[in-house]
């Protein structure tokens, strides 16, 4: 009983740690370049101290992957337990185009941040573990689809498509819209695939 007491996060830890979510998920969403985003800067807009911020998250980039996690668990869940077109029992040809639209809405809607974990550390972001979760999902369904051939680069072609270094160069560097892009994508898709854009199996 006490040790399962002392294992138990304390109240103000929890609120801390939603607090720095929160402050850094808004920091991201309104700075003009993600590097610009300080530890300083998260634990002031969270009414906290920087040990807080350090003891709930290691580092800058610990805290990234916290804010990229939390943000990213909606569509996640979608992809491992939802209905169609982003659960399991979708036919492939619908839902390669689904979930390749849901990491592009996302990144989209989330530019600064899925830049900032993508650049994060020195490693290389496809050594993240996100990235081994969507090249695995992605390589599954597309070995689904009669005459594709090598699933697994095809997973890797198409996940290059939604990376935020180039969305951040397409809608923030060059004007396209968010709209257009995913209309552009998934015409490259349906390429891909060798069906029409917004043709299922």
Known sequence: MNEAVARRPRKDAVR???ALLAAAEGLFARCEHPEDVTMADVAAAAGVGKGTLFRAFG???GLIHAVYAARLEPIERAVTEGPAPLGPGTPPLERVPALLDALLTFKIDNRHLALAL???GSDSPYQADHYDR???LLRGVLEQVPGLGDGDFAAHALLAAVRADLVEHLVGGRGVGGEELRVRLAGFVGRVLGV???SSG
């Open 196 to 198: 029409p854009a917004g």
């Open 118 to 120: 993508e650049s994060a």
């Open 16 to 18: 801390n740690r939603a």
């Open 134 to 136: 969507w090249h695995g």
């Open 59 to 61: 580092d800058r980039t």
